[in-house]
């Protein structure tokens, strides 16, 4: 395993549609594992492959909804689909080749996922609130986009303050 250098906005990778996964061997195992340390390592919620320069489908998301005490998951999706969505979600978000940078952007609250895992086998999965965002932010990377196309504009270090003020003065 091994830390991959992180593409920022503007490297012209980031904009080009990946190629679907064929070869579920090494070579893919070695580049999900390098996705899940190297997003672990940059403390973010998911990382696509073009990120780290391989035009290929193939991503990896933290899943932070789990109960109190036990380990947050790295999921691997290969392939990775959207096959339902459903509510909304509007919150600040960032990316891992965007630092320092977040926007609002609207998502849906609850969204399905198929995908393959790394040995080929389909499966199903959902994910609620931040999976759910992550689920979207990262396919979205797999046809060249990033979030900064859905948000209209940058928000200032204020405003970010503000909203997470806002946030807390909301909670009982
Ligand atoms: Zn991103």
Redesign the pocket.
């Known amino acids: 395993m091994a830390l991959r250098n992180i593409l920022k906005e503007g490297d012209e990778t980031l904009s080009k549609k990946c190629r679907p996964v064929t070869n579920f061997d090494k070579r893919l195992h070695d580049l999900l594992d390098d996705l899940g340390e190297t997003m672990m390592d940059a403390e973010?919620v998911?990382?696509?492959a073009p990120?780290v320069g391989v035009l290929r489908r193939a991503v990896v998301v933290l899943e932070t909804n789990v109960p109190e005490g036990e380990p947050e998951q790295i999921i691997e999706l290969v392939n990775p689909e959207i096959i339902e969505a459903s509510g909304e979600q509007v919150s600040p978000e960032?990316?891992?080749?965007?630092p320092g940078r977040f926007g609002m952007v609207k998502r849906p609250d609850r969204v399905k996922v198929r995908a393959q895992d790394r040995d080929g086998n389909w499966f199903e999965l959902e994910g609620v609130g931040l999976t759910a965002r992550a689920f979207c932010?990262?396919t979205?990377?797999l046809d060249g986009h990033?979030?900064t196309e859905l948000c209209d504009h940058i928000m200032s270090d204020e405003e970010l303050q503000d909203y997470y003020q806002s946030q807390q003065q909301d909670k009982p």
């Open positions: 973010g998911g990382l696509a990120q960032g990316c891992l080749s965007a932010h990262e979205d990377h990033m979030f």
